[in-house]
């Protein structure tokens, strides 16, 4: 059965966990998608926090950028995608302008509920701060919030992590 | 029947999309109350996406600073204002105190609460985020933060949108 | 009876007067502990603010750095703490490491969860905007973090406040 699961939150709010623990409690084999490919120090040493933290069998990939094959590849009943807000500054770097990053949303919405099993979306709110000073970070805000919209309007069940406790957005209480 | 309805966000959360909605859900004529002045190519982008996603039979309205006389003078049952996080920056704009803005802001209360029919105000959460750097933020998201708890205690329903998705902070579900 | 009340929300979202009224409905006498020092004249407005706000016969101590400890001297039946969020900033700037921090804030725990009384904890969510440019700002936001996360999953009741309105993320509705 085709199931969508879209977890979001602020930074440190969370949404990892509580996607993992989602993912965890299903009892089903889980490949874990990561969209963060470490280019310095502390990055790395994130990755590596997060890593550590999940349980050994479960498949790790790591894909920046065709996410939507990924998905579609996977073999597993559970896909984890960790996460949405990184995929979209992976597409912003490599030049991807706002509406081929819609469309690469669209098909990954279209690949996961035409998946068979179930697929856990994770990403961050960006948008309840002071509007940002720079361009580009006014854009990522723009676009991630428009992908946000989609992927959870496409979705079955939606939380928004606040200090590790989940608000339901839709869906399961 | 005097409604007064809430909906806050963060940016590109679907706040305008969700009021537009319950203005148009309502059945009446609606007059969009538009705060933005267009002063660069970026905004003119903004505000002109926008406006080509709302019904052509709407009356459009333009008002930067005297918000609670257009609120008064407006004619049709319906009254959408988008939104006072720019009404606030524009007041701020015009050297109004703090006091001054929060003596618009209750006049803008008292029009909406005495007015036949429903007045829905869209606003901005801006307070998320890291303490910002520079003053004048600071003093922003502290004024709008008034702002915006005196309008959200003053109305009937109060919604917060997440990735297009409503919470219900007051009234119906 | 052992009580712990998490309150959390943006700048200006009203958690502090969410609080307050926590305590003053109880009925029962507040120990309002700060951990604010004022620095500035900015910083001594606002401190200055919140305190008029405050009953007078309620008992305040301030306390920037050694807050297990003062909530475990504390002899009233109710204990405000506000806030968790400049706690962490305060122990950051007495250069405690990330493992100190979160060594505090367990102790902070243990004294409220063995206190015959209630202890409400107000912290702010800093996380939901875009990613700080400078380091200091991104540690601050990942251990304020972690630390909300444990006070709200230690605790029986957790509020998210938006433009004044709870959101009830834990316990009673």
Redesign the interface.
Known sequence: MTRVI?V???????KSAYAEGLAAQSGESVTYLATAVAFDA?MQNRIGRHRAERPAHWVTLEEPVNVPTAVHSAGTPVLLLDCLSVWVNNLMYHDFTDEQILQAAAELIHVARNRAGTVILV?N????????DN?L??R???V???V??????ASDE?Y?L????P?T??GKP
Not at 125 to 132: A, N, R
Not at 148 to 153: D, E, G
């Open positions: 879209f979001t939150g602020g930074a440190r709010s969370g502390e990403t709110e960006v948008g309840f701060g002071i509007v940002p361009a970070a006014r990522y805000r723009d991630l919030g428009w946000n919209q989609r992927c959870a309007q939606a928004l606040v200090s590790g406790l608000l957005l839709k």
